[in-house]
């Protein structure tokens, strides 16, 4: 979004209009968009606010009813963190009892609403003028929270009363393209790392997808995901830190939260062994940061294959951070064998997971044939080296 939008939006007209909107519904957005031009309202107002609608509904996912009453940009909230994620960030800073913190690249400033909620003053910061300004309409409500146009690695920590410091660096570029390299975020990750030693309460927000490589020893780095989803890893430093470096792993489902971590030894080693009565996959989180065999350890198991992100066990356990699946049968990979079985027992609705396998489960799903009103779920996956089908049900 652009100043002008930005001036028009936030006019008494323009605030009218995005509040009068109907819930979004693309559908119908030409005719209401016609409808609003035929009463005479300027066309790029009626544009800057059918957009911001979109944004708002595309928003609640991230940021429920808080949504309603906040401006957005496409790419401010691609990046913006979930809240139920932001609120156990805040909870971080909080518990380490933290007076104020600095949000370096505050975006439109999902992070500082979150450490403005749990009653932490906050000073947001952000290089881009229109993103400060959408974050300053954001965080209206919070009398201690200031945002700044400008770089936050440039404030004076010391003058400000900084103790904490948060930073959530960009990873795409103006075009966006994903940015691989922690040398190319802006600001750059080893930039921002250096601020550790001027104030050691520092956190940051990064994709999940960075290397392991990439991450400094001195760091909890805690992978999350939401609802099975992904979505960060997040570094940790200082009292930020209590249970030291490390790696971890945050599980958010509506049940609530399970963390795991990796024991003081570092992550587990277990060996691989034959299929068993219960298939375990972990979650996607617990993958990420490389604690598979932490989970073998919970449910007394081991691995199917010493490479593949699956725990085997004969017993079961009720386990938050895994899926636990009942083994029916086993059967090493065959497409005329598995297509037999399937039909001998009348499957026509097929789950099928994949883990170690080129296979394609929409081309192979074809191949099926599948007929009948049975339901079944497959995993197809490496054992020992070869390719085996597991037919297994959710315990």
Avoid at 2 to 27: F, K, M, R, V
């Amino acid at each position: 979004m652009d100043a002008a939008g930005l001036s028009a939006l936030l006019s008494p007209q323009g605030w009218a209009l995005l509040s009068a909107l109907p819930p979004y519904d693309e559908h119908r957005t030409m005719a209401l968009s016609a409808r609003l031009h035929a009463e005479g309202l300027d066309p790029d107002l009626v544009a800057a606010a059918l957009t911001q609608s979109r944004l708002r509904a595309r928003a609640r996912t991230k940021l429920g009813d808080f949504a309603d009453g906040m401006l957005f940009t496409a790419a401010g909230l691609e990046q913006a963190t979930r809240l139920t994620v932001a609120a156990h960030h805040a909870r971080r800073y909080r518990d380490a009892g933290t007076t104020r913190v600095a949000d370096l690249t505050c975006g439109i400033g999902a992070d500082s609403l979150a450490f403005a909620g749990v009653g932490i003053p906050v000073l947001a910061t952000d290089v881009d003028e229109a993103t400060a300004a959408i974050a300053t309409v954001n965080l209206r409500h919070f009398p201690d929270a200031e945002v700044r146009h400008g770089d936050g690695l440039a404030l004076d920590l010391e003058a400000e009363g900084v103790d904490g410091l948060y930073a959530d660096p960009a990873r795409r570029t103006s075009t966006g393209s994903r940015v691989f390299d922690p040398g190319a975020y802006a600001p750059p990750l080893d930039a921002v790392l250096a601020l550790r030693e001027r104030v050691p309460a520092l956190g940051l927000k990064l994709g999940p997808g960075v290397p392991h490589s990439a991450l400094p020893p001195d760091a909890q780095a805690q992978w999350v995901s939401v609802d099975g989803d992904v979505v960060e890893v997040g570094l940790w430093f200082g009292p930020l830190a209590p249970e030291g470096p490390g790696r971890s792993a945050l599980v958010l489902t509506p049940a609530g939260a399970h963390t795991l971590h990796a024991g003081p030894d570092g992550p587990a080693t277990v060996p691989a062994g034959p299929v068993a009565g219960y298939l375990y996959e972990p979650d996607g989180a617990v993958i990420r940061a490389g604690l598979v065999g932490d989970v073998a350890l919970r449910v007394r198991g081991t691995l199917v294959d010493p490479t593949i992100a699956y725990v085997t066990s004969d017993e079961l356990h009720d386990e938050p951070v895994a899926t636990a699946y009942r083994v029916l049968d086993t059967m090493p990979f065959g497409l005329k064998r598995l297509r037999t079985y399937l039909r001998e027992r009348g499957v026509g609705r097929l789950t099928i997971k994949k883990r170690g396998t080129a296979v394609v489960p929409e081309q192979l799903r074809r191949q099926l044939d599948l007929r009948g009103d049975a339901e079944a779920t497959v995993v197809l996956t490496r054992v020992a080296g070869h390719q085996q089908v597991l037919v297994v049900e959710r315990a």
